[in-house]
């Protein structure tokens, strides 16, 4: 994971979805691809994709860690620093306003951030006593982030968004985000949803493992909810999570998501309608 400059942490959110109950370590048996196996290496055209993956797959173990409040201000810088991440490999630079304008604050994980003190205890005890409930916020966090970074994407291929369009008024980047909302609003994620789920529920040590790192390197750091003093230095030790069971889970992934080219493309249609009426003129 690139190690970039210091973030705040502002609001993420989470792509909604209600899977059913599966047990933990039972095997696919609904025909759809175990993903399993780890992947081969993307081409380096595609680099970006395992970029995103590893983000997403990061933010969405946050759930898991049984450090109190941690999980939400994780998910949100890693969700800044994916959006930073994008733009650096398209050689540009964003701003934290420009970027704050691109991360949507009127859903998903904002809602949960507002009850979160009242709730966090009760959510701990059941994701510790049932599994299933973590993978739901598992899958819930990852596919959000993976949704989002795979149109942020779209944008920057197709060269919708420039260094000439990043004005003081951000106006481009909220059309950017607003496109980004009505597309997975409308979208149906279980495609994505289920694979995810059965991944998160059918590899329940490697996950655990996965989620063990993010807690003792937060714990090492001294970051609490009282203390974030020491959150970003906490990201830069993950910059090395690809190579460790992190990088082995989104092995797991990478190529049956990758291959859901159909589901890409309808996802994509909906978010340039979107856009493309919020900058049509007036009729």
């Known amino acids: ?46 680099a970006w994709f395992q970029l995103v993956l590893l983000y997403a797959v990061t933010a969405g173990l946050c759930p898991l860690s049984p450090l109190p409040f941690i999980d939400d201000l994780a998910i949100h810088m890693l ?119 059965r991944t998160f529920a059918g590899s329940r040590a490697l996950v655990k493992e996965a989620a063990g790192v993010l807690a003792r390197t937060f714990r090492k750091r001294g970051v609490s909810r009282k203390e974030q003093t020491g959150a970003e230095d906490a990201m830069n030790d993950l910059a090395d999570a690809e190579s460790g069971p992190i990088g082995s889970f989104v092995n797991r992934i990478d190529q049956a998501i990758w291959s859901k080219e159909g589901y890409r493309e309808e996802l994509s249609r909906r978010f340039i309608a979107a856009l493309d009426a919020s900058t049509a003129p007036p009729a």
């Open 1 to 46: 994971m690139t190690d970039l400059p210091p973030e705040t942490a502002p609001e993420a959110e989470t792509a909604a979805d209600a899977p059913t109950e599966a047990a933990p370590d039972a095997a696919p048996d609904d025909g759809e691809p175990t993903a399993l196996e780890p992947a081969a290496e993307p081409p380096k055209d595609r």
């Open 79 to 197: 969700h800044r620093r994916m959006i930073r991440s994008q733009f650096a490999l398209a050689g540009i630079t964003l701003s934290d306003p420009q970027i704050n304008a691109l991360v949507d604050r009127k859903s998903g994980f904002l809602r949960g951030c507002l009850t979160t003190v009242f709730l966090y205890p009760i959510k701990k005890i059941f994701r510790k006593v049932f599994y299933f409930f973590a993978v739901k916020d598992c899958v819930d966090v990852t596919s959000e982030l993976l949704h989002r970074g795979l149109l942020l994407q779209l944008v920057i291929d197709e060269r919708r968004i420039t260094a000439d369009d990043l004005t003081p008024d951000h106006a481009a980047l909220l059309r950017i985000n607003d496109a980004m909302t009505v597309a997975l609003r409308e979208i149906d994620p279980r495609p994505i949803n289920q694979l995810l789920k």
